[in-house]
């Protein structure tokens, strides 16, 4: 294992030439201080987020990627700032490391994240190493976003429309897919490439929050029902979906002989990386039904009162719990 001096300047080899070019944009003074300098631009707000990404919580480094964990470590903290219609600039990397992970190991994690800052815009600005007994990775991104133009959680209102970009389920078949051994199979990459390499709607974030058209906004890392009841909840209102409206993906047979059912992926399952907003009734003709190639579907409304409600295809309305991702909840 590489000492800490050595592991330092291991990760500013990787990310120099990035770190050039992100000077003429405001970061003064990046890696090798005690801290940052950065100088926003005037005329915009900044965006902060903060990420923690751990081994055996997140990920199971026996099984996901070196590569893929360095990726979707910085991607899951950029979806975030997408999330409020921001452009991202700069990250801080914690990285801790156990004394058995190989400068092999380590390599390949840097190669991710680096992908994923080339893809995301972003530059390592500065950060901290140490040691433990597993990975434990947190990551800070800083964005930018015009002045008061930023989205939150907490602006829906009753009468608003409620939307979903892309499909929903498609990370979590990619991890059953990894759990029961089938994710070797061709036809199934893309599936297990939404796991391992999750694609942000930064593009269609910034179009929200610059036009004003999204009341409120949150990303589905943890599921739609519980990322709507976050939304919900910020916004003191309730809502009522739609189950045929929902987007889902195709569930493989052999995942459905195993029990995984198709609506309960699509409402429960986490880290699509989608963007879930709202809309005023009299503006939802603004909103397309593709946006740069992904497709953008209304699957419900903002109701009064606090509760969620999800209106089956036979025209049944049940109660929806929150069942999505929670760290913290009892098993």
């Known amino acids: ?32 201080d005690d801290a940052a300098v950065l100088r926003p631009s005037g005329r915009a707000d900044c965006v902060l987020t903060c990420d923690a990404f751990l081994e055996n919580v997140h990920f199971l480094a026996a099984v996901h990627p070196a590569e893929a964990v360095g990726y979707k470590a910085l991607a899951r903290a950029t979806s975030d700032l997408a999330a409020m219609g ?32 080339r893809r995301l815009g972003l530059t390592l600005a500065g950060g901290d190493t ?33 939307y979903v970009s892309g499909r929903l389920g498609a990370a979590q078949l990619g991890l059953e897919l990894i759990l029961s051994g089938l994710h070797r199979k061709r036809r199934w990459k893309p599936l297990l490439r939404r796991h391992l390499y999750p694609d942000l709607h930064l593009d269609l974030g910034r179009w929200l929050a610059e036009r004003q058209l999204a ?16 939304l919900c909840r910020a916004s003191r209102v309730g809502a009522r979906l739609w189950a045929n409206c929902i987007p889902r993906v195709r569930v493989p047979p052999a995942l459905l002989a195993r029990g ?27 909103i397309p039904e593709l946006h740069r190639g992904t497709p ?17 295809a036979d025209g049944r309305s049940v109660e929806l719990v929150a069942r999505g991702w929670d760290h913290f909840r009892t098993k």
């Open 1 to 32: 294992m590489l000492s800490e001096n050595e592991l330092i300047e291991h990760i500013r080899r990787r990310f120099a030439p990035r770190a050039a070019v992100a000077r003429k944009s405001g970061l003064l003074l990046g890696i090798g």
């Open 86 to 117: 921001a452009t991202p600039r700069y990250f801080l990397l914690s990285l801790a490391l156990p004394a058995n992970r190989t400068e092999a190991w380590l390599d390949s994690f840097l190669r991710g994240l680096a992908r994923a800052a």
């Open 130 to 162: 140490s040691r433990h007994p597993t990975i434990a990775i947190s990551i800070t991104a800083v964005g930018e976003v015009s002045r008061d133009r930023a989205a939150t959680r907490s602006g829906a209102r009753p009468g608003d429309l409620i």
């Open 215 to 230: 009341s409120a906004m949150i990303d589905t890392s943890d599921g739609l029902s519980t990322d709507l009841g976050h």
């Open 260 to 286: 995984i059912d198709p609506e309960q992926l699509s409402l429960h399952g986490g880290e699509d990386y989608e963007l879930l907003f709202t809309v005023r009734g009299r503006l939802s003709k603004l």
């Open 296 to 312: 953008i579907s209304a699957i419900g409304e903002i109701i009064r009162g606090r509760k969620m409600v999800l209106v089956e």
